[in-house]
């Protein structure tokens, strides 16, 4: 790939293409802007080599209308408080928003309106992706959170602009291609989270690749279903498709561990119910809502051995207090262990930040669905657009 840093990029305009889809409270303010330190290294060097920068992204999902609860403008205030320099203009594409960036003086940046109140920009509309790239002269792309996804300004900019990695891009592909291919030993992956239906391929890759692959959260709920540990007579439509993938992944594997027990309540959680018990004795109204003391001690056990990990997704309910104690635990362990740490997925970041445990990580994802898509096929399509 080309590396910004060969191209004299002084007094040009610089597209970035960012992932600022932070989360806001009900009053549109930043509750956590892990992303948006992520990439103020890249901005502060565009800053330095007299760029006229040019940031877009998207923020929540406004269905390709104008939600102003979606604007990007709190971002903007937040990155000018952070390095100053920085303006927002309430529109993304057009004349006005052309002239305005024209005007940009050097080492002046510019955050655009959201991507998404344009219904063309996750349907990869060309169109758009060329009206997007009349406002630069060069295209980085630094986003590594959708790099999974096929949208106009992922991989419709490039097409018409001489197209870069940012510098957090370039880390990430790096990181995780080395984690994937020459690990130190023992190599352990933990997954967990909500999200079942992205983590099969995932898991499966992951198997062939760790020495230890140890499992909580939703999905080792269904996995022990699938094995016919845990009772559940009905699967839901949407889980047809992945008990079939389930059943394809190798369950007997000896790297694969999942719990033997676990933090159990009744499945609607509406009753002051809670036990701990064996994966086995689930009853038909029950489900296992945090991984148990057992199953923290088992996985503490294959922890301590590692000397490399990689983990993404609570290993229980972590929104309720009573079921936070597995991924605490765990998550304790990662970082009193003398190993290369990997974290990353939303709900995984979020948990660590909160904490205020992001520097004892080796590296902290920027990308959720993005790292779990390059974990299992390392071609994204947004990677792929640069070369």
């Not at 699938?226 to 007579?233: A, T």
């Not at 498709?241 to 033997?260: F, G, I, Q, T």
Request: hydrophobic share 40%; net charge neutral; proline share 3%.
């Amino acid at each position: 790939m080309k590396n910004i840093k060969d191209f004299n990029i002084k007094g040009k305009r610089v597209l970035v293409r960012c992932d600022l889809n932070v989360p806001l409270d009900e009053n549109g303010k930043i509750t956590e802007d892990f992303r948006i330190i992520q990439i103020l290294p890249l901005l502060k060097y565009l800053r330095d080599e007299g760029a006229k920068v040019v940031i877009i992204s998207h923020l929540g999902d406004p269905k390709g209308k104008r939600d102003l609860k979606y604007s990007l403008k709190p971002v903007a205030k937040k990155l000018w408080e952070l390095i100053g320099g920085v303006k927002f203009i309430n529109e993304t594409i057009g004349t006005k928003v052309e002239l305005q960036t024209n005007l940009l003086k050097e080492g002046e940046m510019v955050v655009l309106e959201n991507l998404r109140f344009y219904k063309e920009e996750e349907e990869n509309d060309l169109e758009f992706a060329k009206k997007l790239s009349k406002l630069g002269d060069f295209f980085i792309e630094e986003g590594f959170g959708v790099c999974h996804r096929k949208h106009a300004s992922v991989v419709g900019i490039p097409k018409f602009l001489i197209s870069f990695p940012g510098f957090l891009l370039k880390k990430e592909i790096d990181i995780l291609s080395w984690l994937m291919t020459t690990p130190e030993r023992p190599f352990v992956s933990i997954v967990g989270g909500a999200k079942i239906s992205t983590k099969t391929r995932v898991i499966e890759k992951l198997i062939n690749r760790s020495d230890y692959v140890l499992v909580g959260g939703k999905i080792a709920n269904s996995i022990l279903t699938v094995k016919g540990i845990c009772v559940r007579d009905k699967w839901k439509e949407e889980e047809t498709k992945l008990k079939e993938d389930l059943k394809n992944l190798n369950l007997a594997s000896p790297k694969l561990h999942l719990p033997v027990d676990g933090v159990i309540s009744l499945s609607s959680l509406q009753e002051n119910y809670l036990r701990i018990g064996a994966v086995g004795t689930l009853k038909q109204e029950e489900d296992i809502f945090d991984i148990g003391p057992e199953t923290i001690e088992k996985y503490k056990s294959i922890i301590s051995t590692a000397k490399t990990i990689i983990w993404n997704g609570p290993l229980g309910f972590y929104e309720k207090a009573e079921f936070q104690e597995g991924t605490t635990k765990i998550m304790e362990a990662i970082i009193s262990q003398n190993a290369f740490t990997v974290a990353g997925g939303g709900e995984t970041t979020e948990i660590i930040m909160k904490e205020g445990l992001d520097e004892k990580f080796d590296h902290l994802s920027s990308g959720g669905g993005a790292m779990l898509d390059f974990i299992a096929d390392s071609d994204l399509p947004g990677i792929k657009a640069l070369e």
